[in-house]
């Protein structure tokens, strides 16, 4: 069974960093794609980037492109994101979803980032 | 960047009634996929490649569109199917979402 296991929730100041991870079992990530999402409080989906697991490479949505930098560990089966200069505006429930026989097959259970003096 | 507009942004429909939920592309895709989200979860995959639906999903619902026009339909509705439901578009990057649509059951 697939499973994405997402780390626990953070609360950073405004400009610091913090990094999110998203460990995934049953299944190598170096043959899939691993996303990343966000939703603000009350708001719809967003699309922050994708990674391939395989080499590294990267696509990340205009926006996102100084704000998240997105890695992953094979030999860990992990996905991170990092997100830099936290602002109010970050604050929001990250996912990372996986490609498999499907777009975004599975999901993680959200990381809720909170930033805040 | 490919916009997607959802129509209605809100909606709620009385079991047995016929849902129509509209996503609306500024350019031309190859295909819709939809998800399901529940308040408080993760959203799930629902509806890929347009018209197939993910693993689990009733048969109630379906899928179709081509081109700037795609929609998610479920001929029947149950109070399970109260969600938001979100489009997303995969032709181009960056990928995109529709905004959602909120089901409410009357």
């Known amino acids: 069974e697939v499973q994405l296991q997402q780390s626990g929730a953070e609360l950073g100041k405004p400009g610091t960093s913090v990094k999110l991870s998203c460990k995934v079992s049953?299944?190598?990530?170096?043959?899939?794609?691993m996303h990343w999402v966000n939703q603000r409080p009350g708001k719809g989906l967003e699309w922050i980037g994708r990674?391939?697991?395989?080499?590294?490479?990267?696509i990340y949505a205009e926006k996102f492109k100084s704000k998240a930098t997105l890695t992953a560990d094979t030999s860990s089966n992990t996905a991170y994101m990092q997100l830099s200069q936290l602002k109010s505006d970050d604050t929001a429930i990250y996912f990372c979803a996986m490609d498999y026989d499907l777009l975004f097959a599975y999901w993680g259970q959200g990381t809720l980032v909170t930033v805040s003096s | 960047e490919i916009v997607l507009t959802q129509s209605p942004t809100t909606m709620a429909a009385s079991p047995g009634e016929k849902v129509t939920i509209t996503c609306r592309a500024s350019?031309?895709?190859?295909?819709m996929h939809w998800f399901q989200q529940k308040s408080g979860t993760s959203p799930k995959p629902w509806i890929y490649?347009?018209?197939k639906l993910a693993s689990g999903v009733p048969d109630r619902f379906s899928g179709s569109g081509s081109g700037t026009s795609y929609s998610l339909t479920i001929s029947s509705m149950e109070a399970e199917d109260a969600a938001t439901y979100y489009c997303l578009q995969r032709s181009s990057y960056p990928l995109t979402f529709g905004s959602g649509t909120k089901l409410e059951i009357k």
């Open positions: 490649d347009t018209s």
């Open positions: 350019s031309s895709v190859s295909y």
């Open positions: 990674i391939d697991p395989a080499n590294g490479n990267t």
């Open positions: 049953g299944y190598n990530i170096r043959s899939t794609y």
